[in-house]
């Protein structure tokens, strides 16, 4: 059992937590969820022992309160692992790592791949009895920075569990990113970890689908309180309110076109023989699994890929590598992606939320303001933004591409750790205020989000 008495915590002069009680049961699975900056993450953190509250205690029946601080810390690293919301990108980042070094191949320079990410606790897998699909012989030898989302989660959760098992797995929002069947894989695995292991789960998320059947309660938080109810089957169908209003312009000019294009690192072909043309007002979803290509795609488009020279693209009618800047190109499409989430510029992140939307657009501050009351987050104007949560710095990243109009918008997993509330709002502001002759590819592992937004489809 883990009990939180009166927990009141302040992070960065900013109250999280006020007097909060929350009992976690002995051998209970638990979803966390609650609306976007009401403490998930900070909750996870709390029981981690990666933060401390200012007041209130807490316990764990298999902590004595007999031992000395020193003591307490190993039993509580030993029987709680935590797995954050940014592990994958603290993984694959450094002093000498960027984010698109995924995209480049550097012989004299070998990355690290993943069995050097494991070391000798690897030969432990082989011990435990864990399904075929957490079985990673294959991705041995493959640098970290070329694996795909579900590929890094895989290995990373793997590596907490080699290392010792755990009483408590913590896991703050371990579906996103994910393609279906990586969904489906790892719901499958941490339900085996219950059930052969006896780990008790506790996940911070949104209520779907491809949770684990394992998770028979959840916990409705707010900064003071805590509701604790069952989660009835851990079934909960997303409501959908799809858009009749895609627009089909007549305007046939090609904002995008690829010929024949092939992506290669070494041996490993990772796209041959594409062929795609997209034309200025059509709403197109690329899907596929995860490392299937589709982030590199939109690489190619966005002047990030080194590639692109090589390659038959065409950008607004011009080749690339005919002459045009990155710059140029780069002034005529809103890109947001999980790298702008979680490699989020020091600098940038000393910003307050207005500072950073004026900077990042030359608008007035009143339409600023329009955009943050219609997203109803004016509160967040004075915050700094490495003070917001991930779904209200992804609400804000959104935010600074909704408020400066561009011909050509690029939305890898727009909606990720959006409460449901939010992605309503986005779905709805994009219905209200998008441009007929404004063109969008967006990224996505959900058929819902397709069939909102889509009349086309590039499946890879």
């Known amino acids: 059992m883990i009990n939180l008495q009166d927990i009141s915590?302040?992070?960065?002069?900013t109250d999280i937590f006020y007097q909060l009680n929350i009992q976690f049961e002995s051998g209970i699975s638990y979803l966390i969820e609650g609306k976007n900056g009401v403490g998930k993450t900070s909750l996870l953190n709390l029981i981690a022992g990666k933060i401390q509250s200012k007041s209130g205690t807490i316990t764990y029946d298999f902590v004595d309160d007999s031992l000395d601080w020193?003591?307490?810390?190993?039993?509580?690293?030993?029987?709680?692992?935590?797995?954050?919301?940014h592990a994958l990108h603290e993984l694959i980042s450094g002093p000498d790592l960027f984010y698109q070094q995924r995209y480049y191949s550097i012989e004299e320079s070998p990355l690290p791949t993943v069995i050097d990410?494991?070391?000798?606790?690897?030969?432990?897998?082989?011990?435990?009895?864990?399904?075929?699909?957490?079985?990673?012989?294959?991705?041995?030898?493959?640098?970290?920075?070329?694996?795909s989302n579900g590929q890094l989660k895989k290995i990373i959760i793997l590596k907490q569990l080699l290392d010792s098992l755990p009483q408590v797995l913590l896991l703050d929002y371990p579906f996103e990113g994910l393609d279906l069947?990586?969904?489906?894989?790892?719901?499958?695995?941490?339900?085996?970890?219950?059930?052969?292991?006896?780990?008790?789960?506790?996940?911070?998320?949104?209520?779907?689908?491809?949770?684990?059947?394992?998770?028979?309660?959840?916990?409705?938080?707010?900064?003071?309180?805590?509701?604790?109810?069952s989660r009835n089957g851990g079934i909960v169908k997303e409501k959908v309110n799809f858009n009749n209003h895609i627009p089909n312009p007549s305007d046939t000019e090609t904002v995008v076109e690829m010929k024949n294009v092939k992506i290669q690192y070494h041996a490993k072909?990772?796209?041959?023989?594409?062929?795609?043309?997209?034309?200025?007002?059509?709403?197109?979803?690329?899907?596929?699994?995860?490392?299937?290509?589709?982030?590199t795609l939109f690489s190619l488009i966005y002047a990030d890929h080194p590639m692109a020279y090589s390659q038959q693209v065409y950008l607004f009618g011009k080749r690339r590598g005919t002459g045009e800047s990155i710059w140029d190109i780069k002034r005529r499409i809103s890109y947001l992606g999980p790298e702008q989430l979680h490699f989020l510029d020091h600098a940038?992140?000393?910003?307050?939320?207005?500072?950073?939307?004026?900077?990042?657009?030359?608008?007035?501050?009143?339409?600023?303001?329009?955009v943050l009351n219609f997203f109803q987050v004016v509160n967040l104007m004075s915050k700094k933004m490495f003070q917001l949560s991930s779904g209200q710095l992804q609400i804000v990243l959104l935010i600074a591409m909704f408020i400066c109009s561009k011909e050509l918008l690029l939305l890898d997993e727009p909606f990720q750790f959006l409460d449901p509330i939010q992605k309503k709002r986005v779905n709805d502001?994009?219905?209200?205020?998008?441009?007929?002759?404004t063109t969008l590819i967006l990224i996505t592992h959900y058929e819902g989000d397709v069939e909102r937004w889509t009349n086309h489809r590039l499946t890879l």
Not at 9 to 13: A, D, G, H, M, T
Not at 121 to 128: A, E, V
């Open 269 to 295: 072909i990772i796209l041959e023989h594409l062929n795609w043309k997209i034309n200025r007002g059509e709403r197109w979803a690329l899907t596929g699994r995860n490392g299937s290509g589709k982030t």
């Open 181 to 229: 069947i990586s969904r489906i894989e790892l719901s499958e695995f941490l339900d085996h970890l219950v059930t052969h292991y006896n780990i008790q789960l506790i996940i911070a998320d949104h209520d779907h689908q491809q949770l684990p059947n394992s998770i028979i309660k959840k916990i409705i938080l707010d900064h003071s309180s805590a509701i604790i109810t």
């Open 429 to 437: 502001y994009l219905t209200s205020c998008l441009n007929e002759n």
């Open 70 to 85: 020193e003591q307490k810390y190993d039993l509580r690293k030993k029987n709680i692992h935590y797995v954050p919301i």
């Open 348 to 370: 940038v992140s000393q910003l307050t939320v207005q500072e950073y939307l004026i900077s990042k657009n030359d608008v007035e501050k009143s339409l600023i303001i329009q």
């Open 117 to 147: 990410f494991f070391g000798e606790s690897y030969q432990n897998l082989d011990k435990l009895n864990f399904p075929e699909s957490f079985r990673i012989g294959h991705l041995l030898n493959v640098p970290l920075q070329r694996l």
């Open 9 to 13: 915590v302040s992070i960065q002069n």
